[in-house]
Structure formats: C-alpha cells, structure tokens
C-alpha cells in the first residue's frame, strides 16, 4: 500500500477551496491525512468541510481582491498551522466578453485577483517553505495558457503568468528542497461555467453566442474534478518539480503535441474550429 501524503505533508493551503477544482484538492488532501486549511471569500460556503472533518479542515476567509487583507489571512493561518508544508494556489474565476467593450476595470480586478496576488501568495508562501527547505508550491495555472479561451482575455492572461511565474520558481528553487508544481488542468465538470461573469448584453461580437455556446458544452463534458485531484495527488508523491497537464487526452496530450510541433497557423485554425469561430 502506497504511503499517504501526510507522510511528507503534514499542513496544507488551498486557496479557493469551497467549490470545484479546489474543493476536489481539499478533500484528496483530507482523504490522505494532511491538516488542511481552505479559503474562500465566505466563511460559510466552507462550513461543511468543516462540519465532515473536524480538526482536520480549518475554513479561513480570504479576499484576494485585497492584498493587506490577504496577507493578513495567510500570516494568521499559517500560524495557526505552525506552518506550511503546502501551497496549492487555486482560486479564480472567469469573465466573459469582448475585451474592448468590457469596461477595464473588470479585467484589472480579474488580473489583480488571478495573477498579481495569487503571485503575492507563492511569494509568502515560499518564504516559510525555504526556510524549511522543504514542501511544495502548486500554482494552478491552465492549458488556457497554451490555448487561450476566446473572449476571456483577462483569464487567460492570468493563467499565462502564472504558468511564466512557475517556470522562474523552478528554477530558482532548484536544490532547495522546495518542490515547484504548475498545474495547467484542462476542462473539468466544476460548473466553472456557471459562475463565470458575464458582462451585459449588447457587445458588438456576434459570434459571442455561439462561442459561448460552445463553451459551455466543452465544460459540461469534462471528466469530474476528482481527476485532476488524481493527478495532483500523483504529482505531490513523485515529489517532483515540473508542469503536469490533466483533463480530456485530446487538451491534456495530444494539444501539447500540436503546439509544439504544430505550426502556429494550423494550432489557431483547431482553436477556431473547436469555438465555432470559423
């Protein structure tokens, strides 16, 4: 019988833990033994981990809209839990809309959330964890950062940077014992797409409909978050740095191939084809 994660991890942070991918981290985490402590904008939404797990899973309040108050959130957990052992950095969300007519103060929000303090969070993060020299960081990027989705700029900007974030960790963290993971998941059933913000109509794109259309379909069909947590929990035993890419076999292995060894041309013209955009 393999041995359990807590093994090597004995506290863990998941931002963004109250729904999907997130939800599917904590209780893998749970499941394996590690202490964790989940965020969320609401203390409620987590009140039912709590209640399932008790002493295990300590629900923490965090507004990544707000870096003073982030922070505060991370020093007073991670106290709490004497420590980090593990970062998983997940929570986001999505906007979707025509990227001029979209005011900008949308997408600067967006950004500030996914990318500026989520990068705030690594950076406090593996203060403790070098200090230590050990454990491990997890940014939760997405293959939008290979393929970006069509009217979600600001998402797969984000996601991008994180992904830029994780490559520069890896190499500055090499020989530190601080294990350096980007996670780039693709499609999975979390109704992502349910919570997704979308500006009010009138738009100028036509084929907003239909790309969303499409979108929604693409995520209905994806296998449960479950799996991605699979393959975070096979990551976190190989006690690795490096990317892992998960989801469908077509987003998760054959995309890759196309676009690395794919021209730049025929990768666009899938994506077209793939959103109705033709």
Known sequence: MAERLATRYRTALV???????????????????VAVWGTSREAGRLADLAGEHPGAFHPVVMELG??????????????????FDLVVNNAGYGVFGTFADVDFSVWREQLNVMLVNTALISHLALQG??????????????????FPLPF?????????????????????????????????????????????????????????????????KMMRGGPPPEEAAAALRRALHRGKSGTVRCGRFFQAVVAPLLARFGSLPLKRRVQAGYFDLD
């Open 152 to 216: 979600q700029s600001a998402y797969n900007m984000a996601k991008a940077g994180l992904t830029a974030l994780g490559e520069s960790l890896l190499i500055e963290c090499a020989g530190t014992g601080v294990v350096v993971i980007d996670l780039r998941p693709g499609d999975y059933r979390t109704d992502f797409e349910g919570a997704v913000r979308r500006p009010p109509a009138g738009q100028s794109d036509a084929r907003l409909p239909r790309v969303w259309a499409a979108f929604e």
């Open 15 to 33: 931002t963004g833990a109250s729904t999907g991918l997130g939800r599917a981290f904590a209780q893998m985490l749970l499941a394996e033994g």
């Open 66 to 83: 707000d870096a003073v108050a982030a922070t505060r959130s991370f020093r007073e957990a991670e106290q709490a839990a004497g420590g």
């Open 129 to 146: 964890l070098r200090a230590r020299g050990r454990g491990a960081l997890v940014n939760v990027s997405s293959l939008a950062a290979e």
